[in-house]
């Protein structure tokens, strides 16, 4: 996949994640009509629609590929692509997993749901969560159970807290090291 053009690899996949939610529409529609899931579970909240899905995992795959590939070309190291690649790869899968692990012990009913959803804050304190990659991966290994819409929002929700956490980690590290930045001062 990674041979091809970045436009061509971007188109690709995008177009698979359409076919695939079309799918899974289809399925919805033929066993019952599709189903809409209420916010928070709660249903005084508002309902969304799984029809959503045609429009936001297509774009959704469309505007986070396309991140990867701009953080990929920005490296220019002998190899560094290459382990870029691969290292984006197993971020993904062990996000589409996690993903899928929450979704498939929501729908069995199993304890674990809390254990496995605040886990996923915990891991973000020590991961940048806030990367293209685990978005995605966890928004799509959630979304047959979810729909689309929830679960970006939840991986939203844990990105921005990702990104919240890292960057005042940062901070705090410069301040504690007087304003210099990394191996500053050094021979």
Same mark, same amino acid.
């Given at each position: =996949?990674?041979?091809?053009?970045?436009? &061509?690899?971007?188109?690709?996949? #995008?177009?698979?994640?359409?076919?695939?939610? #079309?799918?899974?529409?289809?399925?919805?529609? #033929? %066993?019952?009509?599709?189903?809409?899931?209420?916010?928070?579970?709660?249903?005084? $909240?508002?309902?969304?629609?799984?029809?959503?899905?045609?429009?936001?995992?297509?774009?959704?795959?469309? %505007?986070?590929?396309?991140?990867?590939?701009?953080?990929? %070309? /920005?490296?220019? &190291? +002998?190899?560094?692509?290459?382990?870029?690649?691969?290292?984006? &790869?197993?971020?993904? #899968?062990?996000?589409?997993?996690? *993903?899928?692990?929450?979704?498939? !012990?929501? /729908?069995?009913?199993?304890?674990?749901? /809390?254990?496995?959803?605040?886990?996923?804050?915990?891991?973000?304190?020590?991961? %940048?969560?806030?990367?293209?990659?685990?978005?995605?991966?966890?928004? $799509?290994?959630? /979304?047959?159970? @979810?729909?689309?819409? $929830?679960?970006?929002?939840?991986?939203?929700?844990?990105? +921005?807290?990702? @990104?919240?956490?890292?960057?005042?980690?940062?901070?705090? =590290?410069?301040?504690?090291?007087? *304003?210099? !930045?990394?191996?500053?001062?050094?021979?």
């Amino acid at each position: =996949m990674f041979a091809r053009p970045a436009i &061509q690899s971007r188109l690709l996949l #995008t177009i698979c994640a359409l076919v695939a939610e #079309t799918l899974h529409i289809g399925w919805e529609y #033929t %066993h019952g009509g599709v189903l809409a899931h209420h916010l928070l579970a709660n249903p005084e $909240l508002p309902a969304i629609s799984n029809w959503w899905g045609l429009l936001v995992v297509p774009l959704l795959v469309w %505007h986070l590929v396309g991140r990867i590939q701009r953080r990929a %070309h /920005t490296l220019v &190291q +002998a190899g560094s692509r290459e382990r870029f690649r691969s290292l984006a &790869q197993v971020r993904f #899968t062990v996000a589409l997993l996690w *993903g899928a692990a929450l979704a498939l !012990a929501f /729908t069995l009913g199993h304890p674990a749901v /809390t254990f496995i959803f605040f886990g996923a804050f915990a891991a973000a304190l020590f991961v %940048h969560a806030y990367r293209a990659e685990y978005v995605l991966g966890f928004a $799509l290994g959630m /979304t047959f159970t @979810f729909g689309a819409v $929830l679960p970006v929002l939840v991986a939203s929700v844990i990105a +921005a807290c990702s @990104f919240l956490v890292h960057l005042l980690a940062g901070a705090a =590290m410069r301040l504690a090291r007087g *304003g210099r !930045a990394r191996g500053a001062g050094l021979p």
